[in-house]
Structures are given as C-alpha cells and as structure tokens.
Antibody, heavy 116, light 111 residues
Framework: EVQLVQSGAEVKKPGESLKISCQGSGFSFISYWIVWVRQTPGKGLEWMGTIYPFDSDTTYSPSFQGQVTMSVDKSIRTAYLQWDSLKASDSAVYYC?????????WGQGTLVTVSS | EIVMTQSPLSLPVTPGEPASISCRSSQSLLHTNGHNYLDWYLHKPGQSPQLLIFLGSKRASGVPDRFSGSGSGTDFTLKISRVEAEDVGVYYCMQALQNGTFGQGTKVEIK
C-alpha cells in the first residue's frame, strides 16, 4: 500500500528553526517527484516546490525560494522541509505528495504553528 | 509564473443537479506532446487533498464517473454531472506545465 506519513504537529517561536518530514512506503521512493504544498485559510493551497529523491534535483516556487530548504534521505525514504528562522506567517498546514500524472498520494499534513 | 484563475469562488449546489467550475491559465498548458498539464483536486475539510482529474481530462483511479474534466490551452472546466452531498469541499485546478500553481479554489457547498 502506498503511503506518505508526515511528522507530527509543531509549535515554535519566531526565529526558531524547524525540519518536518515525509516518509514514503509501498513504492519506489527514489523514482517519484515529491512536492510540498502549503495550506492556509487565507490563500488556499500553494505549490512550494518539488524534489526528485533519486538525485535530489529540486525546484522551488519563486514565492518560497530562499525561505525554505527541501532535502531527502534516500536510505530512509524520507523527504524533508526545513526553515532556518520561522516567521509567524509560516503558520500553516504543510502537505507532501508524490506525482504520477497528478499528485495521487498525499501525506496527512503537518500543522506548524509559529507564535511568540 | 503561470497564474491560474478559477470561477466562481463560491458555488452553492443542489444534490442531484449538475455543477461546473471554470479554470483559466495565463499561458497555454498544452505541451508539445499533446497533453494539457492541468489537474483538478478536491480538498475536503479535515482531509488531505485528493486528485480528481489529471492531464486535463483523465479521471484518477477511484474517482466517480460523475466527475469530468475538459478544455485545452488556457480554458478548462470541471463538471459534476449530479452533485452528491459528499462532493462538498474546495476544488482547485493546478497547472503542472511549469512546476506548479494552484488556482484560488472554489468552495462548493450544499444549498
């Protein structure tokens, strides 16, 4: 069974760093593009960027370039999304998904709350 | 960056009746391979988004045949032939030709 399992909810303060994860199972993890999508009540779904686990080829949306870093650890079939210095505006639900035609399997989402 | 524009942004529907959502892109999504790189997703409250349609008109696995996608180039439409109560949520189109961009979303609710 194909699954993408994300790490749990996080509560952080502005300026703190954070790394959330997305572990794949039931498919050849290195062979599928993994995307990160942000969901906020005000802006809906936003495409953040994508990474190809085989070679870590990464493309960021211009809106998120320089704001986050995507990475993978192929040995444990896990993709990561990290922030060096969080802002309150980073509060959102973050989803990972794999692309086969469309984004056919999604993680359950990780709620990130950034508040002083 | 390709901009996606959906209409309407809110759509009250009556169960059993048809419904339609429009999506327009700022650039053609037609690839030289003949495919339109346009997906449709449904995001139900408390759930992860789910893929309905990819490549403009191909229904994803397990998606009821009351959902259909059409269009080419810059103009696309998602149609629900007979709305059911379980179809409520926010519908998004997304271009996948140049990385990805979602539309603003269309909130579908029962009248």
């Amino acid at each position: 069974e194909v699954q993408l399992v994300q790490s749990g909810a996080e509560v952080k303060k502005p300026g703190e760093s954070l790394k959330i994860s997305c572990q794949g199972s039931g498919f050849s993890f290195i062979s599928y593009w993994i995307v990160w999508v942000r969901q906020t009540p005000g802006k809906g779904l936003e495409w953040m960027g994508t990474i190809y686990p085989f070679d870590s080829d990464t493309t960021y949306s211009p809106s998120f370039q320089g704001q986050v870093t995507m990475s993978v650890d192929k040995s444990i079939r896990t993709a990561y999304l990290q922030w060096d210095s969080l802002k309150a505006s980073d509060s959102a639900v973050y989803y990972c998904a794999r692309r086969v035609g469309g984004y056919d399997y999604w993680g359950q989402g990780t709620l990130v709350t950034v508040s002083s | 960056e390709i901009v996606m524009t959906q209409s309407p942004l809110s759509l009250p529907v009556t169960p059993g009746e048809p419904a339609s959502i429009s999506c327009r892109s700022s650039q053609s999504l037609l690839h030289t391979n003949g495919h339109n790189y346009l997906d449709w997703y449904l995001h139900k409250p408390g759930q992860s988004p789910q893929l309905l349609i990819f490549l403009g008109s191909k229904r994803a696995s397990g998606v009821p045949d009351r959902f259909s996608g059409s269009g080419s180039g810059t103009d696309f439409t998602l149609k629900i032939s007979r709305v059911e109560a379980e179809d409520v949520g926010v519908y998004y189109c997304m271009q996948a030709l140049q990385n990805g961009t979602f539309g603003q979303g269309t909130k579908v609710e029962i009248k």
